[in-house]
T-cell receptor, first 119, second 113 residues
Framework: GAVVSQHPSWVICKSGTSVKIECRSL??????MFWYRQFPKQSLMLMAT?????????EQGVEKDKFLINHASLTLSTLTVTSAHPEDSSFYIC???????????????FGEGSRLTVL | AQSVTQLGSHVSVSEGALVLLRCNYS??????LFWYVQYPNQGLQLLLK??????LVKGINGFEAEFKKSETSFHLTKPSAHMSDAAEYFC???????????FGKGTTLSVSS
């Protein structure tokens, strides 16, 4: 099946620094990628929708200046947590929709997730 | 708008027993429904999906789910639980193919020997 890779899997940073998380579709072109955030023992909350070559669409309550999303190519989207603080510590998961999969199944392919810990 | 409600945040069964994880959905359009499993510190693995074809959907690892429009439900079952089934399970819905999924709060499945 389709593979989506996230990097890094784990990252620890100091408060005030910025952290970049990459999401790559390895064997297909992803016109749309979605970023989710998951707090411990909780569900996945959609943060934003990223379309290749255009600005991301953020969900209500998500600070677009804090969570910068770039989708510069059909295989790569990045999430940058700027000036990270301990409350930004979370598990971030991306998912990608294959641009050529016109079957209408609605399936998305998920990355393995990236755990961010801000000290 | 779409939403899902997972009834029961924690389900405990004995090894070999029936597994039943409940999910009810709300959707203004015909829904696409999914069940995912998540192991600690890992991403999501798709168990099965409903896309308006057969109402009884068979997935991986012996799981299946039945779409019941009259009950707006999509419960996940497995006839015989295995220790390796212990994980977090998420029901999800989307209204259009390829759009973002909306997840339920999850159900933790524990399996005892």
């Amino acid at each position: 099946g389709a593979v989506v890779s996230q990097h890094p899997s784990w990252v620890i940073c100091k408060s005030g620094t910025s952290v970049k998380i990459e999401c790559r579709s390895l064997d297909f072109q992803a016109t749309t990628m979605f970023w989710y955030r998951q707090f411990p023992k909780q569900s996945l909350m959609l943060m934003a929708t990223s379309n290749e070559g255009s600005k991301a669409t953020y969900e209500q309550g998500v600070e677009k200046d804090k969570f910068l999303i770039n989708h510069a190519s059909l295989t790569l989207s990045t999430l940058t947590v700027t000036s990270a603080h301990p409350e930004d510590s979370s598990f971030y998961i991306c998912s990608a929709r294959a641009g050529t999969s016109g079957s209408g199944t609605g399936e998305l392919f998920f990355g393995e997730g990236s755990r961010l810990t801000v000290l | 708008a779409q939403s899902v409600t997972q009834l029961g945040s924690h389900v405990s069964v004995s090894e070999g027993a029936l597994v039943l994880l409940r999910c009810n959905y709300s959707s203004s359009v015909p829904p696409y429904l999914f069940w995912y499993v998540q192991y600690p510190n890992q991403g999501l693995q798709l168990l099965l999906k409903y896309t308006s074809a057969a109402t009884l959907v068979k997935g991986i690892n012996g799981f299946e789910a039945e779409f019941k429009k009259s009950e707006t439900s999509f419960h996940l079952t497995k006839p015989s639980a295995h220790m390796s089934d212990a994980a977090e399970y998420f029901c999800a819905v989307s209204g259009q193919a390829g759009t973002a999924l909306i997840f339920g709060k999850g159900t933790t499945l524990s399996v005892s020997s």
